[in-house]
C-alpha cells in the first residue's frame, strides 16, 4: 500500500481515501497489535484526544473502538491542545497517544498523530511496523469477555494540563493585557485559563469553534486579526496558536509580528547569558531566516540546521543534547519542559523572558534584524525531485550567481500537502519576489493542475 505516514502522521480529508473511520478502526487495532506483539505490552493503555473539527467525533469513534477490540484501555481526553495529549500520555504512564488533528490545515482535512508513552513522536520504525500490518492479513488481537478494552472519559485532563503550564512558569501577569487568538481550535478553553489563572486581563478572538472555522482567517496562520486586536485594544502582547495548539505567532505592543524565528533568537539569547543554553547550541530548519543565523551568532551561540519538520528538529536536539529548537512557522521545543511543541508554554517562556529582563517583547525582538524573505506556495499534481524539473537547477544557479552569496534560494515539497514551497531570501525585497515568481511559474507549468 501507498506509504500512509507523514511528516506528521497520517493526513487527508477526513472520510474520504484514505482517512476514513475503516483507515481510523484498522490503525488503532494494528498500534496495539505492534505494542503488543513488538513491544511486550501486555494490556494496553491510549490516551485519544482531538481538536475541534466536525470530524473528530467520527474518527475518535472508529479509533476507539478498533483500539478497544483489540484489547486496550482508552481514556479519552476529548478537545486538548496537541502538547497537552503529549503531556497525558506520560502522566498517565499510557503506552501511547493518539491526536485526531491536521493542525494548521482547513477543516476539511483531519490526521492521526501517535505519541510515544514519553510523549515525543512516534518512532518511524513504529509506525512502519504499523504500516506493515495493515498491508497484510489482520493479526491484531478479537478481544472477547473481560479482555475487551475500557473506555475510561477522563474529565481532569483540561486541569491537569492547565496546572502543569502554570507550573512550568509561575508568572505574576497582573500588569498585563494579554490578547489571544485561539484560532477556534483546541486551545480555545485552555489558553484563556491559563493566563487569567496567572493574572492577566485576557481579551480574546477565535473562541467560538463551531467545527468548520478552525483556522478560518484566524489564528497562527492569519495573524492580522490579531495584529489589529492588540492595536485596538492597546494591550500589552498578543500570542496566536494554530488549531491543534503546538504553533505560537506572536503580535508585540507596537503590532509587529513575531514569529519563531524572533521567539528563538529571543529565548537562545537570554538563555545563553544565564548559562541555561545547553550545549550552547540552537537547533533550527533551512528555512530559518538568516538574520536569526547571525543574532545567535553574534552571541557565540552556535546554530545547527534541519530539514523542515518539528519531527527533525526535536531528533537533531536530543542527539546534540540542546534544550532550545524550533522553527520559523511557531514550533517551539522547550525541552526542559516538554518534549512536544507547545504553543502555550511557548508563549509563557517568551514572558518569562521579558520579567526576567524587564523589557517588553518589542525591545527584545530588536535583538533580531530580519534578511527579506519571500515564501511562495505552488500546488502541485506530483512530487518529482525538484533537480528533475525542466529548467528549475539552472535558474536557481543564476539567481545565486546574482546574490553573490548574499542571499539564498530553497525550494521543497511540503510533507503534508500537495505544495511546492519556493523560498528565498535577499538585501532587494523586491527582486527576490520576481525571482520567487518566476520560479513558482516555472514549477507550476509543469505540475500543476491541467
Known sequence: MTRLFGTDGIRGVANDEPLTPELAFRVARQLVATLQFDHGVDRVRLVIGRDTRLS??????????????????CYAVGVLPTPGIALLTRRLEAHGGIVLSASHNPFEDNGIKIFSSEGTKF???????????????????????????????????????????????????????IALDCAHGATYRVAPRVFRRLGARVLTIGVRPDGTNINARCGALHPENLQRKVRASKASVGFAFDGDGDRLISVDHTGEIRDGDYALAIAGRHLASRQRLKQNIVVT????????????????????????????????????????????????LFLDHAPAGD?????????????ETGEPLAALAAVLRKFPQVLVNVPVRSKPPIDSI??????????????????????RYSGTEPLARV????????RIRAMADDLAGLIGAQLGAP
Not at 467525533?57 to 484501555?73: I, K, N, Q, V
Not at 504553543?343 to 520579567?355: D, E, F, T
Request: net charge negative; hydrophobic share 45%.
Open 423 to 430: 523560498m528565498i531570501e535577499g538585501a532587494d525585497g523586491d
Open 343 to 355: 504553543g502555550i508554554l511557548s508563549a509563557l517562556a517568551l514572558l518569562s523572558v521579558a520579567a
Open 390 to 411: 525542466a529548467g528549475v537547477a539552472e535558474r536557481v544557479a543564476a539567481f545565486e550567481r546574482e546574490m553573490d552569496g548574499r542571499g539564498r534560494v530553497l525550494i
Open 56 to 73: 473528530g467525533p467520527l474518527l475518535e469513534a472508529a479509533l476507539t473502538a478498533g483500539a478497544m477490540s483489540a484489547g486496550a484501555d
Open 285 to 332: 530548519t533551512v528555512m530559518a531566516n538568516l538574520g536569526l543565523d547571525q543574532a545567535l551568532e553574534a552571541a557565540g551561540i552556535r546554530v545547527v540546521k534541519t530539514q523542515v519538520g518539528d519531527r527533525n528538529v526535536f531528533e537533531e536536539m536530543q542527539r546534540l543534547g540542546a534544550n532550545l529548537g524550533g522553527e520559523q512557522s511557531g514550533h517551539l
Open 123 to 177: 518512532p518511524d520504525a513504529w509506525e512502519a511496523e504499523i504500516e506493515q500490518r495493515l498491508d497484510g492479513p489482520d493479526k491484531a488481537p478479537r478481544a472477547r469477555g473481560a479482555q475487551i478494552g475500557e473506555l475510561v472519559s477522563f474529565d481532569r485532563a483540561e486541569s491537569m494540563y492547565v496546572d502543569f503550564l502554570c507550573a512550568c512558569f509561575p508568572l505574576d501577569l497582573g500588569r498585563l493585557t
